[in-house]
Each structure stands twice: as structure tokens, then as C-alpha cells.
């Protein structure tokens, strides 16, 4: 079974992170394991961190059986 992790994010218009400003979603992927999502989440991160309302986090697909 195999599993894809994607980096998703962007800017939020306000601090409690509800609601994603139009347009300003990112999602980056698909990683074959969680090691390459965390070196693109951190290189994401990193390139706006100076904006307080950008977040990003790394999501892991459901684990699928190979199709017969």
C-alpha cells in the first residue's frame, strides 16, 4: 500500500486561520514519502515567514491498495 503527502497553505485572512485569502492557495506535491514533504514544507515556510498569515501544513493521502 502506498500513501502520497502533499503541502498545502497560502495566506489567511485573519489570525484564527478559517479562511484562505482568494487565490492565495498552494498546494505542492504529490511526495512519495513524508521526508520530501517536510524539505518542501520547510523550503515554503521559510520563503514567508515573514508574513504572520501564512500558514502551510503537510497532509497524508488514505493509504490505497495497488489497483489489481
Do not use: Y
Not at 12 to 34: C, D, I, T, W, Y
Request: net charge neutral; hydrophobic share 35%.
Amino acid at each position: 500500500m502506498t500513501s502520497n503527502f502533499w503541502v498545502i497553505g497560502g495566506e489567511f485572512g485573519s489570525m484564527n486561520f478559517h479562511k484562505l485569502v482568494e487565490g492565495s492557495a498552494q498546494v505542492k506535491g504529490p511526495f512519495k514519502s513524508r521526508k520530501e514533504a517536510e524539505d518542501c514544507w520547510r523550503e515554503v515556510s521559510e520563503e514567508n515567514r515573514h508574513k504572520a498569515g501564512v500558514r502551510f501544513s503537510i497532509v497524508e493521502e488514505p493509504q490505497r491498495a495497488p489497483a489489481a
